[in-house]
């Protein structure tokens, strides 16, 4: 199939080389010059495990291509919208003018549809309702493009497999049945293969596959920030939450998955879906229905104050002066996403009451150079936690998890270790000479 994806970002960059992968033919559009031009040389401009190889394999097989001329979308069978939609400034909702905008070059560029309908599909987050504003504006447009809602489950750090094979596909279709089929038949011919290997397929109504997403990622944002609670009276009491989480874990109506306590989540969708979940709620009367999600917030934010205070308090008091060492920085590994990362967060909060801090991350070190000139970024770990008052990690790259407590013991002045993801052996640190301090391990500030 011809299909466009508007917006290469790491969620339509992905989507665009996995349907080349696919066998379609794909062309990505972007209004930033230096991201399309780095995919256009079949060069990723992030950090995404398994990405640079689907890109180099489409963009060398002729498939795959990308542009900043949105005439180029013209004679696509399927656009797919991917742009952001990010948290607006100082409020909860989304920023909806990137959506509104690919509407409009959609509108203007794509084929009338004279012989079938052109097929609109949405795979950005958005608020509910939004959809059938879209629909409707495409039944005012003159040409016949259908819409249809297919939310994005990806996860950075497995965005290719999750793409390839992900573990359900929703479509959100128009109540008009004619169109509702037209539209399910075009995605069933785009995702055969897919559909092939018996994907769990959900089909539903606008509304419900737009809340499908956010309430997704509302129930995974409470999760975490429901074992980040027990963390507080884990801390309060002496017990330890990582076993409270395995012993919890084992019941199978709560599952292991996300019940990792540490710092709390962060990245470019969790924290600003459930806000623009709850503003949406409140523009429709309902948000009653949506309060617990401002105290999943809270919880989530008061982690990061939790770190420092934690990191004032292991260094004596005051952090002023204090040399300490953060190893992570995005907001989760295998992915240099640095938007509202706790990692970052934390640092800046550090530096802010003084801290002389030192970064490393292995995917983001020259992002954090280029955003953040004023903190100290070396290249090596070992330069980051040499003479260090406590070293952090923030991170839970494999790189740190994996790290011999022994090989920088000798590097740091004093031998603080913070595991803000909770993810080394206590005793294997302590075996080696360290103090450790988990978060919600039992050690009360
Ligand atoms: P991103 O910021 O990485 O990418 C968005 C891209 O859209 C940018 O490259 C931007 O330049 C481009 N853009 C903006 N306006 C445009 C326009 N008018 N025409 C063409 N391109 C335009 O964001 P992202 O992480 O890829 O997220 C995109 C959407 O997908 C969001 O709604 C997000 O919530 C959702 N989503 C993201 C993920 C994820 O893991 N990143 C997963 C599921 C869903």
């Given at each position: 199939?011809?299909?466009?994806?508007?917006?290469?970002?790491?969620?339509?960059?992905?989507?665009?080389?996995?349907?080349?992968?696919?066998?379609?033919?794909?062309?990505?559009?972007?209004?930033?010059?230096?991201?399309?031009?780095?995919?256009?040389?079949?060069?990723?401009?992030?950090?995404?495990?398994?990405?640079?190889?689907?890109?180099?394999?489409?963009?060398?097989?002729?498939?795959?291509?990308?542009?900043?001329?949105?005439?180029?979308?013209?004679?696509?069978?399927?656009?797919?919208?991917?742009?952001?939609?990010?948290q607006?400034?100082?409020?909860?909702?989304?920023?909806?003018?990137?959506?509104?905008?690919?509407?409009?070059?959609?509108?203007?560029?794509?084929?009338?549809?004279?012989?079938?309908?052109?097929?609109?599909?949405?795979?950005?987050?958005?608020?509910?309702?939004?959809?059938?504003?879209?629909?409707?504006?495409?039944?005012?447009?003159?040409?016949?493009?259908?819409?249809?809602?297919?939310?994005?489950?990806?996860?950075e750090g497995?965005?290719?497999?999750?793409?390839?094979?992900?573990?359900?596909?929703?479509?959100?279709?128009?109540?008009?049945?004619?169109?509702?089929?037209?539209?399910?038949?075009?995605?069933?011919?785009?995702?055969?293969?897919?559909?092939?290997?018996?994907?769990?397929?959900?089909?539903?109504?606008?509304?419900?596959?737009?809340?499908?997403?956010?309430?997704?990622n509302?129930?995974l944002a409470?999760?975490i920030s429901?074992?980040n609670?027990?963390?507080?009276?884990?801390?309060?009491?002496?017990?330890?939450?990582?076993?409270?989480?395995?012993?919890?874990?084992?019941?199978?109506?709560?599952?292991?998955?996300?019940?990792?306590?540490g710092i709390g989540f962060g990245g470019g969708c969790l924290p600003k879906d459930i806000r623009?979940?709850?503003?949406?709620?409140?523009?429709?009367?309902?948000?009653?229905?949506?309060?617990?999600?401002?105290?999943v917030d809270?919880?989530n934010l008061?982690r990061r104050?939790?770190a420092?205070?934690?990191?004032?308090?292991?260094?004596?008091?005051?952090?002023?002066?204090?040399?300490?060492?953060?190893?992570g920085i995005t907001f989760k590994p295998?992915t240099?996403d640095l938007r509202d990362s706790p990692a970052l967060d934390i640092a800046s909060?550090?530096?802010?009451?003084?801290?002389?801090?030192?970064?490393?991350?292995?995917?983001a070190?020259?992002?954090?150079?280029?955003?953040?000139?004023?903190?100290?970024?070396?290249?090596?770990?070992?330069?980051?936690?040499?003479?260090?008052?406590?070293?952090?990690?923030l991170t839970q790259?494999?790189?740190?998890?994996?790290?011999?407590?022994?090989?920088?013991?000798?590097?740091?002045?004093?031998?603080?270790?913070?595991?803000g993801r909770?993810?080394?052996?206590?005793?294997?640190?302590?075996?080696?000479?360290?103090?450790?301090?988990?978060?919600?391990?039992?050690?009360?500030?």
């Open positions: 199939m011809r299909i466009s994806v508007i917006g290469c970002g790491y969620l339509g960059a992905v989507h665009a080389a996995c349907m080349a992968e696919l066998g379609h033919d794909v062309v990505g559009l972007d209004v930033d010059e230096d991201k399309i031009a780095k995919l256009a040389a079949g060069v990723a401009p992030f950090h995404e495990p398994g990405f640079d190889a689907v890109l180099k394999r489409g963009v060398e097989s002729g498939r795959l291509g990308f542009t900043t001329d949105p005439a180029a979308i013209a004679d696509a069978e399927i656009h797919f919208i991917a742009v952001g939609t990010p607006l400034s100082g409020r909860l909702g989304a920023d909806m003018s990137y959506v509104a905008q690919a509407v409009r070059t959609i509108i203007e560029h794509a084929e009338p549809g004279t012989e079938r309908p052109v097929l609109v599909a949405g795979k950005s987050t958005v608020p509910v309702g939004t959809a059938q504003l879209i629909s409707d504006e495409f039944d005012g447009s003159g040409k016949n493009l259908v819409l249809a809602w297919n939310p994005e489950f990806l996860r497995y965005a290719v497999k999750d793409t390839l094979h992900p573990d359900r596909i929703v479509y959100g279709l128009p109540d008009d049945v004619a169109k509702g089929e037209a539209a399910r038949e075009v995605l069933n011919q785009c995702y055969a293969t897919m559909l092939e290997a018996e994907t769990p397929l959900v089909v539903a109504n606008y509304p419900t596959a737009e809340l499908v997403k956010v309430a997704a509302s129930f409470t999760k429901f074992i609670a027990m963390a507080d009276l884990c801390d309060a009491t002496g017990g330890d939450v990582t076993r409270l989480a395995e012993a919890i874990g084992y019941d199978d109506r709560i599952g292991p998955k996300f019940l990792q306590a623009a979940f709850m503003a949406r709620a409140g523009e429709l009367g309902v948000d009653e229905a949506l309060t617990f999600l401002r105290e809270t919880i008061r104050d939790h420092v205070r934690l990191a004032e308090e292991v260094v004596g008091g005051s952090l002023s002066g204090k040399k300490i060492a953060v190893l295998d240099d909060k550090l530096w802010a009451a003084g801290a002389d801090l030192a970064i490393v991350d292995p995917a070190g020259d992002k954090l150079r280029e955003r953040r000139p004023d903190l100290r970024v070396p290249e090596t770990l070992e330069e980051a936690v040499t003479d260090a008052d406590a070293v952090m990690i790259w494999r790189d740190f998890v994996d790290l011999d407590p022994t090989s920088i013991r000798d590097l740091v002045a004093a031998p603080n270790i913070i595991d909770n993810v080394l052996d206590p005793k294997r640190w302590s075996d080696a000479g360290w103090n450790y301090y988990g978060m919600g391990r039992g050690v009360s500030i």
